[in-house]
């Protein structure tokens, strides 16, 4: 979405590799580092969306997550799966979903696409809303424990839609041959 990669490499600077430990609790398959992801044998369409300059060479690109939306839908996308979210401001905002972002969710919805995004991770520093999980049409997922209890973390929204295992996960992270719990 504007970086001129082919989306699999991952850009984040940390240890943790959010692209790449989301894409393993989906198609990773067992005996490797131990971990089997949910459809092991689905495949992935990378799609990187550069929401901070961090995680991208550069400023983000304007509309970076509705182009994202598309390009998946456009592909052939059955599943988009987004663990991402940016906070939403009712002072600042006029709509809790932006339009370009609602009107790709629409879209994808029309060629048959299941749309997935966190609710947000925030609920400790306010629970702000968050697209594009507020987004008409959007399943959003928020964080369950081992207890099924919901973490900290984890922003409470009457848009929720479903939870999820969210701590103490073991994943893949970019390193070859590494995992991260």
Known sequence: TGNGSDGRIDYDSDEFSHGTAMASLIVAARGY????????AAEILPV????????????PPVNATAKAIDY??????????????????????RLPCPSDIQDAVLRALRRGAIVVAASGNAAQSGNPVEEPGVCL???????VDAGLRVTAFSSRHRYLSVTAPGSNIATLNREPDTAFV
Do not use: C, F, Y
């Open 33 to 40: 580092a131990d971990i089997e992801g949910l459809a092991p």
């Open 48 to 59: 990187v969306v550069p929401l901070v300059s961090v995680v991208h060479q550069g400023e």
């Open 137 to 143: 049409g959007v399943v959003s997922v928020g964080a």
């Open 72 to 93: 998946a839908a456009g592909h052939g996308a059955r599943i988009i799966s987004m663990s991402l979210g940016g906070p939403r401001t009712e002072k600042q905002d």
